[in-house]
C-alpha cells in the first residue's frame, strides 16, 4: 500500500505518517504535512487528489466524539422541571442520534421571542422539543426555542398521553378532547428533524 501513488489511494483509509506523493507533483491541502518535500497524512482519514489542481488532501473519519456545542441544533424529551427551567434529556444532536445522554436546561426566557410567563406554556415533561444550544458552560447545555422552527415538536395530553394537535386555539387532544398550551414548532408532527 505504501508504494501506491496518491492517484490509487484516492477514497481509500490513509494513516497519519501514510505518504502521498512528492511536492513536486501534487499540492498538500487539508489534513496533510509536508517533510522533505513529501506529503504526508496527518489523519486518519480516506485521501482524496482534486485532478483538475492536483491538491492532495485528507478528509478525517471515524469516531467524532459527539457532544452538543453551542449553535448545535438538538433533540431531547422534557423531563421535568418547574415554572421558570425544564431539563432537557437530549437524544440527538443534528441528525445524529446519540447514545450518551446529555441534559439540557430550557429557561423560561429562552423559550419564546414573545414573554412567556411560566414554562407550561411552553412544555411539558414528555414532549420532545427541538432546541438549540446557547451555551455549554462548565457542561451545562443550556438550550434556547426562540426560533419558528424551534420547540415542541410533539406533544402529550397530560390527561391521557394521547398525542395532541395543533387548533386556533391551542393544542387539541383528539382522545380527551382537552386543550392545552405549548409553544409548538412550524413543523410540529410532520417529523423530528
Ligand atoms: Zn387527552
Known amino acids: 500500500m505504501g508504494s501506491k501513488s496518491v492517484e490509487q489511494k484516492t477514497g481509500q483509509l490513509v494513516l497519519p505518517g501514510e505518504r502521498l506523493g512528492v511536492i513536486e507533483e501534487f499540492v498538500p491541502d487539508a489534513g496533510t504535512f509536508v517533510k522533505d518535500g513529501v ?76 414573554y412567556v410567563d411560566s414554562m407550561h406554556e411552553v412544555c411539558k415533561a414528555g414532549d420532545i422539543v427541538r432546541a438549540r444550544v446557547i451555551s455549554d458552560k462548565n457542561q451545562v447545555y443550556h438550550l434556547s426555542t426562540k426560533d419558528r422552527d424551534l420547540g415542541v415538536v410533539y406533544a402529550f395530553c397530560s390527561n391521557c398521553g394521547g398525542t395532541l394537535e395543533p387548533r386556533r386555539q391551542g393544542m387539541h387532544c383528539s382522545k380527551c378532547g382537552r386543550i392545552e398550551e405549548r409553544k409548538a414548532t412550524v413543523d410540529y408532527g410532520k417529523g423530528l428533524i
Do not use: C, E, W
Not at 45 to 73: E, M, W
Not at 74 to 89: E, L
Open 39 to 114: 506529503i504526508y497524512s496527518k489523519v486518519v482519514g480516506r485521501a482524496l487528489l482534486d485532478l483538475a489542481t492536483r491538491r492532495v488532501s485528507v478528509h478525517q473519519v471515524g469516531r467524532q466524539a459527539l457532544i452538543p456545542k453551542v449553535g448545535s441544533i438538538v433533540m431531547g424529551q422534557v423531563a421535568g422541571g418547574q415554572s421558570d427551567s425544564v431539563s432537557v434529556r437530549i437524544f440527538q444532536i443534528g441528525d445524529k442520534q446519540i447514545s450518551n445522554v446529555f441534559v439540557g436546561v430550557l429557561h423560561v426566557s429562552d423559550a419564546n421571542i414573545r
